[in-house]
């Protein structure tokens, strides 16, 4: 295992990038093919470097190659507004083939194995979280919001989803469902639409995954929980009393069934309250389906002081003997925040920046391909030897950028294993 899993990863993206339908008319811009666009953009965020095409054209006049030759396989170079213009015509759910692809890759190594923690099934957090937002860049797709004062801004939305265990900061994002306007419709898309969409288009390649979805209170609705339990997998969504009432007024009357954990951090006692009832109704327009109650309390003993509190709605059997996992899981959800969404926009991979809006589908291909990236640089992570020593020899991840950025823009590499070893600071001959 470890060798070379980029060029398997990257051989994914050419090979869908082949098969997408070319609709362009006869123009200059047809010496760029589909499949040099899309690598050329995914090259752009793999380096979080807007810039670098402009010194790949340079290498080639120099030495008559580049690295996006030697190391990517892209004939034609574009610059970055025709690469903007093909990538303008590609819808984004024909490029999400490639996350599907990737997984198999993935599962193949045993990855996907390592994240099984429930029931023999993976956590998969949903979240819909802003990509783009402007006052006068938009296009036709952008969402709208306008202030008291007439302001209007617009902005791209999209649901993410990545597959999460406890304990773990790596996370392998599947192909998000973005969150738009589309031709004719009156009512703006939103992300309970967009989530039912996802599940729609993806759930039946899920099934191996045994997933169970987590989400905030937005997803505990009746139609999310049962349009999951129809399709034979599980949830675990954050129930809070304000906006669920009716499950609330239940669970009041409710004869709660109780657990109590204890543990010693090193410095105080904690402990850990879990009480659970079942066959609570969750209901909506005369619909309704029958979930479980879970609250968590975490209070600290010498201090009297309770330090968390949660509570969840579940279609899981709840017992003593596996309440805790439960709730842990549960607990996971805020990775899609923590190591998705706020790695995505503050640590590493600029996800609001503007690297082109386009007129169709740009904004939201280059959002696709920026997520694309993190599943590769995961999975590189967890399975690429030459790459894991070469982050290791950095702190932050922008730190990491830099020392990438620093030897592709620089010298020709031939082969990635070796590039990732001489970003390390390491003899590759030695
Ligand atoms: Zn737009």
């Given at each position: 295992?470890?060798?070379?899993?980029?060029?398997?990863?990257?051989?994914?993206?050419?090979?869908?990038?082949?098969?997408?339908?070319?609709?362009?008319?006869?123009?200059?811009?047809?010496?760029?093919?589909?499949?040099?666009?899309?690598?050329?953009?995914?090259?752009?965020?793999?380096?979080?470097?807007?810039?670098?095409?402009?010194?790949?054209?340079?290498?080639?006049?120099?030495?008559?190659?580049?690295?996006?030759?030697?190391?990517?396989?892209?004939?034609?170079?574009?610059?970055?507004?025709?690469?903007?213009?093909?990538?303008?015509?590609?819808?984004?759910?024909?490029?999400?083939?490639?996350?599907?692809?990737?997984?198999?890759?993935?599962?193949?190594?045993?990855?996907?194995?390592?994240?099984?923690?429930?029931?023999?099934?993976?956590?998969?957090?949903?979240?819909?979280?802003?990509?783009?937002?402007?006052?006068?860049?938009?296009?036709?797709?952008?969402?709208?919001?306008?202030?008291?004062?007439?302001?209007?801004?617009?902005?791209?939305?999209?649901?993410?989803?990545?597959?999460?265990?406890?304990?773990?900061?790596?996370?392998?994002?599947?192909?998000?469902?973005?969150?738009?306007?589309?031709?004719?419709?009156?009512?703006?898309?939103?992300?309970?639409?967009?989530?039912?969409?996802?599940?729609?288009?993806?759930?039946?390649?899920?099934?191996?995954?045994?997933?169970?979805?987590?989400?905030?209170?937005?997803?505990?609705?009746?139609?999310?929980?049962?349009?999951?339990?129809?399709?034979?997998?599980?949830?675990?969504?954050t129930c809070k009393e304000?906006?669920?009432?009716?499950?609330a007024?239940?669970v009041k009357?409710a004869?709660m069934e109780g657990h109590k954990r204890r543990e010693?951090n090193?410095?105080n006692h904690i402990e850990y309250r879990y009480e659970w009832v079942?066959?609570?109704?969750?209901?909506?327009?005369?619909?309704?389906?029958?979930?479980?109650y879970l609250s968590l309390q975490i209070w600290n003993e010498e201090k009297q002081e309770k330090t968390y509190s949660n509570s969840w709605i579940?279609?899981?059997?709840i017992?003593v003997?596996?309440v805790s996992?439960l709730a842990e899981?549960a607990r996971?959800?805020?990775?899609?925040?923590?190591?998705?969404?706020?790695?995505?926009?503050?640590?590493?991979?600029?996800?609001?920046?503007?690297?082109?809006?386009?007129?169709?589908?740009?904004?939201?291909?280059?959002?696709?391909?920026?997520?694309?990236?993190?599943?590769?640089?995961?999975?590189?992570?967890?399975?690429?030897?030459?790459?894991?020593?070469?982050?290791?020899?950095?702190?932050?991840?922008?730190?990491?950028?830099?020392?990438?950025?620093?030897?592709?823009?620089?010298?020709?590499?031939?082969?990635?294993?070796?590039?990732?070893?001489?970003?390390?600071?390491?003899?590759?001959?030695?």
């Amino acid at each position: 295992m470890g060798r070379g899993i980029i060029k398997r990863l990257l051989g994914s993206l050419r090979e869908t990038a082949e098969k997408l339908p070319d609709i362009r008319k006869c123009s200059n811009a047809l010496k760029y093919s589909i499949r040099d666009a899309i690598i050329c953009a995914f090259a752009v965020f793999y380096f979080q470097y807007p810039s670098l095409l402009n010194f790949q054209q340079d290498m080639e006049r120099k030495r008559k190659r580049s690295n996006m030759e030697a190391l990517f396989g892209v004939e034609n170079i574009p610059c970055s507004d025709q690469m903007t213009n093909i990538v303008d015509g590609i819808e984004s759910g024909q490029l999400g083939a490639v996350f599907d692809q990737v997984h198999q890759i993935a599962a193949e190594q045993g990855i996907i194995d390592q994240y099984r923690v429930l029931d023999g099934g993976v956590l998969i957090p949903l979240d819909g979280t802003w990509t783009f937002a402007c006052e006068k860049i938009h296009c036709k797709h952008c969402l709208s919001i306008t202030s008291k004062k007439g302001k209007t801004v617009y902005y791209h939305s999209m649901l993410g989803a990545a597959i999460v265990k406890p304990g773990s900061h790596t996370v392998l994002p599947l192909e998000p469902e973005f969150i738009r306007n589309e031709d004719g419709s009156e009512k703006q898309d939103c992300e309970r639409n967009a989530a039912k969409r996802w599940l729609e288009r993806k759930g039946a390649g899920l099934e191996g995954l045994k997933p169970t979805f987590l989400g905030d209170d937005l997803y505990a609705c009746h139609s999310i929980c049962e349009k999951i339990v129809g399709m034979g997998m599980s949830f675990i969504f954050t129930c809070k009393e304000e906006s669920h009432p009716w499950i609330a007024e239940q669970v009041k009357y409710a004869e709660m069934e109780g657990h109590k954990r204890r543990e010693w951090n090193g410095r105080n006692h904690i402990e850990y309250r879990y009480e659970w009832v079942k066959g609570i109704e969750n209901r909506a327009e005369g619909e309704k389906i029958a979930v479980n109650y879970l609250s968590l309390q975490i209070w600290n003993e010498e201090k009297q002081e309770k330090t968390y509190s949660n509570s969840w709605i579940t279609d899981k059997a709840i017992s003593v003997e596996n309440v805790s996992l439960l709730a842990e899981c549960a607990r996971t959800r805020w990775k899609i925040e923590n190591e998705y969404n706020n790695v995505l926009k503050c640590r590493g991979y600029n996800l609001e920046h503007n690297f082109g809006h386009g007129q169709e589908h740009a904004a939201d291909i280059y959002c696709l391909l920026n997520v694309l990236c993190l599943l590769f640089h995961s999975l590189q992570e967890l399975a690429d030897e030459a790459y894991r020593v070469a982050r290791g020899s950095f702190g932050r991840r922008d730190a990491f950028f830099w020392g990438l950025r620093y030897e592709i823009c620089r010298y020709l590499h031939e082969d990635w294993n070796l590039f990732f070893l001489t970003v390390a600071g390491l003899d590759p001959d030695g």
